[in-house]
Each structure stands twice: as C-alpha cells, then as structure tokens.
C-alpha cells in the first residue's frame, strides 16, 4: 500500500502562485510515476502533470509553460509549482502514485487538496 498526503492548496488572485505537495509513504520502492491530477465542479478529472522516477515529465496543454512538476525521491515528495493562475485553474487537485508489483500496475490517489483562482 502506499499513502498519499497533500498539501499547500489555498485561495489565490490571478496571476498568483502556489505550490503543492505530495507526500508519498508505506511500500514506495517501487513507485515509478507520480502525477497531479485536477477535477472542476462538473467536470471531468484531467492530468495535469506527471513526472516519472527518472525524472521525464509531461504536462497537459493548459498548464505548459505555467506550471512546472518535480519531484524529491530522497524524500518520496513530489511537487507542483503553480504560476500564473487563473480562475479556470480553480479545481481539486489530487496527487497520483503508480507502483508496479510482481508486473501488475497499481494505482494510488491523495485525498485532494483545493485550489480557489478568484478573478
């Protein structure tokens, strides 16, 4: 099992910043990607970012350029820094773990931290 705890969501203006945090635990030696995830009111759950043990990152079209995803494997955290905001970021956020075990993929969720753009 691994476990999965966010943080540093918040209210902010347009064109402000925040950075968020995910905290991996339990059995995390063999988590390959990492990834945040965004859910609107009404709206379907996107990829955001991801960013794989190597280090090879990939990001969804609406945030190029904005947000840029790393992660601390000595500390089992990845991060997701948030520049520029806009309202239509306003969304849950969720951290997501994949941890590979005797060939099967595993799928891992945070509980979701929200993030509030005001205009």
């Known amino acids: 099992q691994v476990q999965l705890v966010e943080s540093g969501g918040g209210f902010v203006q347009a064109g402000g910043s925040l950075r968020l945090s995910c905290a991996a635990s339990g059995s995390i030696d063999s988590i390959n990607t990492m990834a945040w995830y965004r859910q609107a009111p009404g709206k379907q759950r996107d990829l955001v970012a991801s960013?794989?043990?190597?280090?090879?990152?990939n990001y969804a079209d609406f945030v190029k350029g904005r947000f840029t995803i790393s992660r601390d494997n000595a500390k089992n955290t990845v991060f997701l820094q948030m520049n520029s905001l806009k309202p239509e970021d306003t969304a849950v956020y969720s951290c997501?773990?994949?941890?590979?075990?005797?060939?099967?993929?595993?799928?891992?969720w945070g509980q979701g931290t929200q993030v509030t753009v005001s205009s």
């Open positions: 960013i794989t043990s190597g280090g090879t990152t």
């Open positions: 997501n773990a994949e941890r590979t075990s005797d060939s099967t993929v595993f799928g891992y």
